[in-house]
């Protein structure tokens, strides 16, 4: 069957869904990381993926500008999600994925 001929399947998005803070999230899947890599790197990934988690969190609870996301409210849905409270960088790289979301 040529690829002209197979229809793309439609994407569906949950952009626009209100998904509330008080539903506990289900937990995400833990792989090994990659042995052999610099401490710093390990320290890096994970402080991206959490701050990739923030940022989907605060978005889901309606708060999608950067300025809107100060350190405190960012400790706060950390809390609520069930994860440390993460540091100041953590919030900076939070508030920079909002940034680049749009």
């Known amino acids: 069957?040529?690829?002209?001929?197979t229809?793309?399947?439609?994407?569906?998005?949950?952009a626009r869904r209100a998904v509330p803070l008080d539903l506990p999230y289900a937990p995400v899947e833990k792989r090994p990381l990659p042995p052999g890599r610099p401490r710093?790197?390990?320290?890096?990934?994970?402080r991206r993926l959490k701050?990739?988690?923030?940022a989907i969190a605060l978005l889901d609870s309606g708060v999608y500008v950067p300025n809107q996301a100060h350190n405190d409210t960012i400790r706060s849905t950390a809390e609520q999600i069930g994860v440390h409270p993460p540091s100041d960088t953590t919030c900076h790289m939070v508030r920079?994925?909002?940034r680049y979301s749009r």
């Open 1 to 5: 069957m040529p690829a002209a001929a």
């Open 7 to 14: 229809k793309p399947k439609p994407i569906r998005s949950t």
């Open 96 to 98: 920079a994925l909002m």
């Open 40 to 46: 710093e790197w390990y320290i890096t990934h994970n």
């Open 51 to 54: 701050a990739m988690r923030l």
